[in-house]
């Protein structure tokens, strides 16, 4: 198994440009979420996806955009990048591991650098 | 609502030192805990975890326990290394959802 897998590793946008980060996971896990990691601030929840078709927002949703056609599959988009999106971004797929426990799986994360 | 908050670092310590991270929680029910690590450009990795009261969770040297009397889950290690270096998220998550939420991370470096 490849786990989660994201691409790209680093991007350089420019004020206004939109992109497309790519998450896709091999575990069949219902559960996939984006987060952001900036400094000081830990992990910070944008969207979470409980299965294909349904989508819902986190903690800091403004400015991006997230659709789940497969089970495999979670793009994140951006719509208009602004510099305060320059952050790391971490997509993680999870499943039940008990019946009341839940386990998470990190990609390996998007440098993303908006000038 | 829930959160975790999570001893502040950086944390510097010298090779085979006694390594604690402390961890504190509030969650209404019954939340799992968990330990990440995060190497450096890397994403998180599951270290270790605990489902409930008085459970320990342990790996690869580090171990921590659910203690719901003080809301904790400390991350100890008996004797540190250089490769230990890394940043160090709890997180918990709540059993009713799929809905995780981490501390903001406590970097530890060793030094030989």
């Known amino acids: 198994n490849a786990g989660v897998t994201q691409t790209p590793k680093f991007q350089v946008l420019k004020t206004g440009q939109s992109m497309t980060l790519q998450c896709a996971q091999d575990m069949n896990h219902e559960y996939m979420s984006w987060y952001r990691q900036d400094p000081g601030m830990g992990l910070r929840l944008i969207h979470y996806?409980?299965?294909?078709?349904?989508?819902d927002q986190g903690e800091v949703p403004n400015g991006y955009n997230v659709s789940r056609s497969t089970t495999e599959d979670f793009p994140l988009r951006l719509l208009s990048a602004a510099p305060s999106q320059t952050s790391v971004y971490f997509c993680a797929s999870s499943y039940a591991a008990t019946a009341s426990s839940y386990e998470q799986y990190f990609g390996p994360g998007t440098r993303l650098t908006v000038t | 609502g829930d959160s975790v908050t999570q001893m502040e670092g950086p944390v510097t310590l010298s090779e085979e030192a006694f390594l604690t991270i402390n961890c504190t929680y509030t969650?209404?029910?019954?939340?799992?805990l968990f330990w990440y690590v995060q190497y450096p450009g890397e994403g998180l990795q599951l270290l270790l975890k605990?489902?409930?009261?008085?459970d320990k969770g342990s790996n690869k040297g580090f171990e921590a326990t659910y203690r719901k009397e003080t809301t904790s889950f400390h991350l100890e290690k008996g004797s540190v290394q250089v490769s230990d270096s890394a940043v160090y998220f709890c997180?918990?998550?709540?059993?009713?959802?799929?809905?995780?939420?981490f501390g903001t991370g406590t970097s530890l470096t060793v030094i030989p």
């Open positions: 996806s409980v299965g294909a078709g349904i989508t």
């Open positions: 605990a489902t409930k009261a008085d």
């Open positions: 969650a209404t029910g019954y939340p799992s």
């Open positions: 997180a918990l998550s709540a059993n009713t959802g799929n809905q995780f939420y």
